[in-house]
């Protein structure tokens, strides 16, 4: 017996993302964006699900530095070092969320890397995780949403995250124009929003997982002025 129904609308990635203000650069075969660190103008660093890539045409091209076979969570700049914080899993007093724990450190702006210990440096350190603060009364953070399966506290369907600003007491969610799970984010010198992406996609109205794009890029975002005049 044959039974009709509704064919379920699975949203595509666009084949050219044009938006007027976000451009999207991608590293091929990353499956995941996590930690940002630089500027599009000069020279970026990404941390993958697996590598550490850098740019500096604008992601035309990119370079392999390092294999860490995990994602690193924050690069964390102390004078001319970038240390590659590694774990995600702390908090803070304020109960904000952490990028923690560092192995390896940069002294080039992430093209080569060095060990930690080699020179008893210290790995224990911190940085806020996927937060960016524009000014004292304005923060942008990941916000991540989950459903409970069945009502259970203990499992639950991760939803797309989204983008909050906090100011002045008051948040409100960034609308953006693409469906990508988030992962980070970062802000550069000029003030530009980079948003860090996964293949994954999910739809616009439930924020369920509904897909992946097929040439399983990590995705990069980034607003192409200062985000304060996307969010005032």
Excluded at 104 to 115: I, Q, Y
Excluded at 178 to 204: C, E, M, P, W
Aim: charged residues 25%; aromatic residues 10%; hydrophobic residues 35%.
């Amino acid at each position: 017996m044959l039974s009709s129904c509704a064919k379920k609308e699975v949203p595509e990635a666009p084949k050219v993302f044009d938006d007027p203000n976000w451009t999207r650069i991608e590293i091929a075969n990353g499956r995941e964006a996590h930690a940002v660190y630089g500027n599009i103008d000069d020279t970026i660093m990404v941390s993958t699900l697996t590598e550490i890539y850098q740019t500096t045409d604008k992601g035309k091209t990119w370079l392999k530095t390092r294999v860490n076979n995990q994602p690193i969570y924050g690069f964390l700049a102390v004078k001319d070092t970038i240390f590659a914080l590694q774990a995600n899993s702390l908090k803070n007093k304020l109960n904000e969320k952490l990028a923690t724990f560092s192995q390896t450190f940069s002294l080039d702006k992430g093209f080569t890397w060095d060990w930690s210990a080699k020179y008893n440096i210290p790995q224990e350190r911190s940085d806020l995780y996927a937060t960016v603060k524009l000014s004292d009364q304005t923060i942008i953070k990941l916000k991540e949403n989950l459903e409970p399966i069945n009502g259970s506290a203990n499992s639950a369907y991760v939803l797309k995250s989204d983008i909050e600003i906090f100011r002045r007491g008051f948040s409100e969610i960034l609308e953006v124009p693409f469906n990508n799970q988030l992962t980070n984010l970062h802000l550069d010198s000029a003030g530009r929003l980079y948003v860090s992406a996964t293949r994954s996609i999910h739809d616009k109205k439930t924020g369920k997982y509904v897909s992946t794009e097929e040439d399983q890029p990590a995705i990069i975002y980034i607003s192409k002025q200062n985000i304060r005049k996307l969010i005032n």
